[in-house]
């Protein structure tokens, strides 16, 4: 026996893989959606409709509510997710380098520069926002750096790669680049350390 739910004049039926309830009728839509938007109007651009109580069948207005995106991804992407997406990238990564490599995906990759015709985009003028030196680059969305040293050095100087760490020999604690193999939270630590034994 199927079962089904009513709301604002439409049927909706569970799908068994996700769980969410979708009308029967077209244009499909999801029913938390359809009844917000007959209760609360249009769903912003950039914003999801949540279940507060995390039941998906529970599709009444004092269940839902209306949260960004961004954060409603976060909210439901769990520790679990977040394995599984480790574990299928890193069982993924090996196949796909091999396939950009072959003649198949070059033949691909070629095509596809055509049809979009990259490299055929006119210069446009830009400033580094590290070094302040004007450059030139064809990309289409707005061009930051005028090389990588000048990225890296960027990123170097914001601390936006910058990490804590504590220090193999004293255990105390230190910042360091994600990059860096930096091991001590100073040059001259581990000799300190040598030096009392």
Known sequence: MVIHQQHFGRKFYQDQRTGYWISTDYPRIRAHRWVWINIHGKIPKGYHIHHKNENKSDNSIENLELIERTRHLKHHYTEEKRE???KWAANI????KKWHASEEGRAWHKMHALRCNFGNFPFKDYSCLNCNKPFKSRK???AKFCSNACKSSFR???GTDDIEAHCEKCGKRFIKNKYSK???????CPKKSHETL
């Open 156 to 158: 170097r100087k914001s």
């Open 84 to 86: 599984f997406a480790r």
């Open 182 to 188: 930096q091991r001590y939270c100073s040059i001259g």
């Open 93 to 96: 990564r090996p196949l796909t």
């Open 140 to 142: 289409i969305s707005s």
